[in-house]
């Protein structure tokens, strides 16, 4: 695989247009077109800013082997109060909305799954207090309080996006979300049915 070809998949895995990354690198689109189709290199300077934008390594990009990398995740910093006024959620609605304006994006409900001594004291209190949830659940939830999952399906890939009150993250995903539910890490995700306006 060529530096060019590593450079396009790397950006589409982070969900960026060539202008998106131009206007990020502060370079022209034509000049990431020409590194994407081998017409030309990126210098140093934009090869490390591709690096850290696109969290691979310098030397991934330069080296001609096929090598590839199992995940790539792009987290951005932004701010919440710049998207208008309204609940957190609309805030957060806006800023993906605006990151992905020709996707398709539905909100996900996001639990982290508890840890197999978290159930067994999640069922003691339970039990013990006749509480329809225990303290790890609980705590669980408030700590993830501020976190918004998204499903970003666009260009036939699909991206887990993760916004919190002062960035936005977003992850490719090697599989496609077509059922209800998908289990990723220590979370279970479950689609909601209407998409983000």
């Known amino acids: 695989m060529t530096a060019g070809e590593k450079i396009k998949e790397a950006r589409t895995k982070a969900g960026l ?11 022209s689109r034509s000049a990431v077109a020409k590194w994407e189709t081998g017409k030309g290199l990126p210098d140093v300077e934009n ?14 990009l330069l ?15 932004y701010t919440l109060s710049a998207y208008g006024g309204g609940t957190k959620k609309a805030k957060k609605d806006r800023a993906v ?10 909100t ?10 978290e159930r ?7 039990i013990l207090t006749d509480a329809p949830f225990g303290i790890p659940e609980l ?16 260009e036939g890939t699909q991206l887990l996006v993760t916004v919190t009150d002062s960035w936005i993250e977003t992850r490719p995903l090697d599989g496609r ?21």
């Open 108 to 117: 996900l409900l996001g639990k982290q799954k508890l840890t197999r001594a």
């Open 97 to 106: 909305r605006e990151r992905f304006p020709d996707a398709e994006i539905h």
């Open 47 to 60: 090869l490390k800013a591709l690096s850290q934008l696109l969290h691979v390594s310098v030397d991934y």
């Open 17 to 27: 247009s060539q202008e998106q990354l131009a206007q990020k690198l502060r370079v």
């Open 120 to 126: 067994i004291i999640d069922n003691a209190v339970g």
């Open 177 to 197: 979300f077509s059922q209800k539910k998908l289990e990723l890490g220590g979370w279970v995700f479950t689609k909601c049915a209407y998409p983000v306006k």
């Open 63 to 77: 080296d001609d082997s096929e090598s590839t990398f199992d995940e790539l995740v792009m987290r951005e910093p």
């Open 139 to 154: 705590i669980s939830g408030v700590k993830n309080l501020e976190k918004e999952f998204y499903l970003v399906e666009r």
